[in-house]
C-alpha cells in the first residue's frame, strides 16, 4: 500500500513563496512518477505539475508554468512544489499523487491546504 503526506501548507500573501512537500512511503519510490493537483472550492481537481521518476522530464500547467518547480529527492523519498509569485487564484487543496507514468496517477495523498491572501 502506497502512503502519501503531504505538507507545507499555509497562509501566504501575493507574491509570496511556499514550498510544500510530499514523502512517500510502502512502494519503491524511484520506480514512481509524481504529481501536483489541486483542487478550489466548487471547482475540480486540477493538474499542477508532474515529474518523471528519474526527475529527467517535468511537465507543467499553463497556469503555474515560470512560477512553481517540482523536484524530487529519491534518497529521501520526497517530491516537492516550489511556489513563488503566489497568486489568491492559486489559492486550494493541493494534493500529491503517484503512479507508473507521468501522466497516469493511482495513488493519492489526502491534501494540504494553500491560501493566497490579496
Known amino acids: 500500500q502506497v502512503q502519501l503526506v503531504e505538507s507545507g501548507g499555509g497562509l501566504v500573501q501575493a507574491g509570496g513563496s511556499l514550498r510544500l512537500s510530499c514523502t512517500a512511503s510502502?512502494?519503491?519510490?524511484?520506480?514512481?512518477?509524481m504529481g501536483w493537483f489541486r483542487q478550489a472550492p466548487g471547482k475540480e481537481r486540477e493538474f499542477v505539475a508532474a515529474i518523471s521518476w528519474g526527475g529527467g522530464t517535468t511537465n507543467y500547467a499553463v497556469s503555474v508554468k515560470g512560477r512553481f518547480t517540482i523536484s524530487r529527492d529519491n534518497a529521501k523519498n520526497t517530491v516537492y512544489l516550489q511556489m513563488n509569485s503566489l497568486k489568491p487564484e492559486d489559492t486550494a487543496v493541493y494534493y500529491c499523487?503517484?503512479?507508473?507514468?507521468?501522466?497516469?496517477?493511482?495513488?493519492w495523498g489526502q491534501g494540504t491546504q494553500v491560501t493566497v491572501s490579496s
Open positions: 510502502g512502494h519503491t519510490f524511484s520506480n514512481y512518477a
Open positions: 499523487a503517484a503512479g507508473p507514468l507521468i501522466q497516469t496517477f493511482n495513488y
